[in-house]
């Protein structure tokens, strides 16, 4: 803090909502969100709190099975274990999109037919 030593223990007993430290208070129900303040109204922070907790969340990678994969733009992921180093395409907020599931599952789908024919 900035002030000197007496200066701060009149601040505190006359300015209490002064924070007499340089750390940042922690939130408890706005979480990640907090930096908005009371800007945008409540419901837009809502929302806004569940992408951003997906957007720098760690996940899975495809190719080691580590937790490491993180987000480094829009759409651009990279996996951090020292062994992988892969950068892979995603979705903006999200390592996988629903439209990658769907096509991925129509894809295993359509494998399984086809080998399925092939046995016969």
Known sequence: F?????ARLRL???APWIPSSSMAKHTKRVGITGKYG???GASLRKISKKYEIQQHAKY???FCGKETVKRLAAGIWKCKAKQCRK???????LLTTGAAATVRATVARLRK????????
């Open 60 to 62: 899975m990678c495809t």
């Open 113 to 120: 037919a086809q080998q399925g024919g092939d046995m016969k």
């Open 2 to 6: 900035w002030l000197k030593a007496t």
């Open 38 to 40: 009371t800007r945008y």
């Open 12 to 14: 505190v007993r006359f």
């Open 87 to 93: 950068t892979m395409a995603g979705g903006c907020w």
